[in-house]
């Protein structure tokens, strides 16, 4: 799969091979959450259109897209001594991507966050342990788990720089652990609720 974008200026399109779609979280995902994907995918839903995406993804070998979910207003903890870097900002706030384990609860801190908590059980629904099944070839078989092809974006204000965890394992990632290549600029990743396709440049 490649995306056809309008060259600047011109009638004229040209591929892009990597660009990205962005998702703004909301609460309601986890309301009354599908216990099959073939549910979750016949949603006309936010959540219900990244299954589809995720299923492009685990399928396909040819150029797709990078996958993010915005969460405006989850807090968040770092390691002590870590830094992250703006990815990406709107005319709001600057936002950093974090590990989907450095999210916490608004009112428990104890607990991850709410769009964690999707994760989880959209990876319940949609992981695949088995589908690169090559051990006939005698080779080890690879899943596929949605945590690792969707990526999380919060607001750098959002984070609880006065927290403290006793024994200090969040497993958190700096700018430097990010094996995504940032293709676009900061205006390019605006997407909404119901999800929409950014370019890179």
Not at 86 to 107: F, G, L, P, S
Not at 127 to 137: A, F, G, I, K, P
Request: proline letters at 3%; glycine letters at 4%.
């Amino acid at each position: 799969m490649k995306l056809l974008a309008p060259f600047l200026g011109t009638r004229t399109f040209t591929i892009k091979e990597r660009w990205n779609i962005a998702f703004k979280f909301d609460h309601s995902w986890n309301n009354a959450f599908p216990s099959r994907e073939n549910r979750l995918k016949r949603e006309n839903s936010p959540r219900g259109l990244l299954a589809h995406w995720v299923e492009i993804l685990s399928e396909e070998s040819v150029p797709a897209p990078n996958l993010w979910i915005i969460d405006d207003d989850v807090r968040w903890v770092a390691r002590p001594g870590q830094v992250f870097e703006t990815v990406y900002r709107d005319c709001e706030a600057d936002y950093v991507q974090i590990n989907w384990e450095a999210t916490r609860d608004n009112k428990i801190s104890l607990l991850k966050g709410a769009v964690a908590r999707f994760m989880d059980s959209f990876g319940l629904v949609c992981d695949n342990e088995d589908m690169y099944d090559l051990q006939e070839l005698g080779l080890e078989p690879m899943a596929f788990r949605v945590k690792d092809h969707i990526k999380l974006l919060v607001r750098k204000d959002s984070e609880m720089k006065d927290y403290m965890e006793e024994d200090n394992e969040t497993d958190n990632e700096t700018e430097d652990d990010t094996e995504i290549e940032f293709e676009y600029e900061s205006d390019d990743l605006s997407g909404g609720s119901d999800g929409s396709d950014q370019e890179g440049e």
